[in-house]
């Protein structure tokens, strides 16, 4: 197959294949998957810093 023709372990094509051929139920690389996660975790930690802002200005008043 392909890994033995290229000298690649199979694990090594799976893993490329999942990195950068797009899901069938989402239609994202696992690449485009990995980035919105990290920008999800992100924009939670933004959210709950300007809870605890809100929280402190709000007491201030």
């Known amino acids: 197959g392909l890994a033995k023709?290229?000298?690649?372990s199979?694990?090594?094509i799976y893993k490329w294949k999942n990195l950068y051929l797009p899901d069938q139920s989402t239609g994202l690389?696992?690449?485009e998957v990995a980035e919105l996660r990290k920008e999800n975790a992100r924009l939670n930690e933004?959210?709950?810093i300007l809870k605890k802002a809100a929280a402190?200005?709000?007491r201030k008043t």
């Open 46 to 48: 933004e959210l709950e």
């Open 29 to 31: 690389t696992g690449k």
């Open 10 to 12: 199979e694990a090594t």
């Open 56 to 58: 402190i200005f709000s």
């Open 5 to 8: 023709e290229y000298g690649l």
